[in-house]
């Protein structure tokens, strides 16, 4: 039986919203919705379409806007019950942020650090985002970065491919230094010989998770984990099961998705998962 907390207040969720492409906040708001979270959500970006294969999108940022919403909603006394910090692509919203969380003392904050991927930064950021980024993570009680951008937030040589357990071990090393030990991390998308791991770490120990290895790429499937994971924090889940719940139901979506055949830079298929959440999952979340 998982452990339920009452939270009236919203939940911040901070990343980027395309009008086409089924992923960031077009993932996390039905998933926190489908969990009982009340979501305050704080588009970084208005995108067209998402960021690969439809061209160049169309996009909109701004971040007087940003700052005077966050503005409002402490004019208004808002408290959030803590947040979500996914792609936010422009260095001074992401310096507004770091702002923002430090002045509402959100917890728990959980910060993806999208940013990279196959073992590269991300086309257009500069490289003081990771320096912005490693600021921001200093102050999240959970981090959740891939593989790639693990290895940016550690300062390490970025190895794309299968790492040896002593890689694993000395990049969590980097992220316990640069984090401290009151956060937890949680790197996802570790490539090994035919599967994909998550590994993460409570205190020093370490686990991992495998799942099987599925040709191709899956848009918004980081997006898809990131949320589930927040809205079992938010109800005071423990971090393992947390992890395994969000492993889960990533699987369900990656299994829609690629079963149905689906385009895949339409991002992810949600209505099984959605359909798990609802059925299987609330139910266990006691009041």
């Known amino acids: 039986m998982l452990a339920r907390a009452l939270h009236n207040q919203p939940f911040l969720v901070a990343e980027d919203l395309s009008a086409i492409g089924t992923m960031s906040l077009g993932v996390a708001v039905p998933i926190l919705a489908a969990l009982g979270v009340p ?6 970006q208005v995108l067209s379409t998402q960021t690969e294969g439809f061209g160049t999108p169309a996009k909109q940022y701004s971040a007087s806007w940003v700052e005077e919403t966050m503005a409002h909603w402490q004019r208004e006394k808002i408290q959030l019950s803590g947040g979500l910090i996914g792609y936010v692509g422009q260095t001074d919203l992401l310096f507004q942020l770091t702002h923002l ?5 959100l917890h728990p904050l959980i910060v993806d650090p999208v940013m990279g991927d196959d073992g590269e930064l991300y086309p257009g950021l500069p490289a003081t985002y990771v320096t912005l980024m490693r600021k921001l993570v200093s102050h999240a ?3 959740t970065p891939n593989w790639t951008e693990a ?3 550690a300062d390490r040589p970025i190895n794309a491919h299968q790492p040896k357990r002593a890689d694993i071990a000395a990049v969590f090393a980097a992220l316990n230094t640069l984090v401290g030990d009151k956060t937890k991390i949680v ?29 191709g790429h899956f848009y918004g499937s980081g997006d ?8 079992a924090l938010v109800h005071d889940v ?3 099961a947390a992890v395994k719940l969000a492993v889960k139901g990533d699987t369900i979506s990656l299994d829609q998705t690629s079963e149905a055949g ?3 830079r339409f991002g992810m298929q949600l209505s099984l998962l959605l359909a798990w959440l609802a059925q299987e999952v609330m139910p266990q979340l006691d009041p």
């Open 187 to 215: 790197i996802t998308g570790i490539p090994s010989e035919r599967e994909i791991l998550t590994a993460y770490q409570e205190g020093r120990k370490q686990h991992t998770i495998a799942t099987k290895l599925r040709a």
């Open 224 to 231: 898809v984990f990131s949320a589930l994971l927040s809205a």
């Open 141 to 143: 009680d959970v981090i």
């Open 238 to 240: 423990d971090l393992d």
């Open 39 to 44: 979501a305050a959500i704080l588009p970084t």
């Open 262 to 264: 689906y385009q895949r």
């Open 151 to 153: 290895q940016l937030l």
């Open 101 to 105: 969380v430090v002045a509402q003392q």
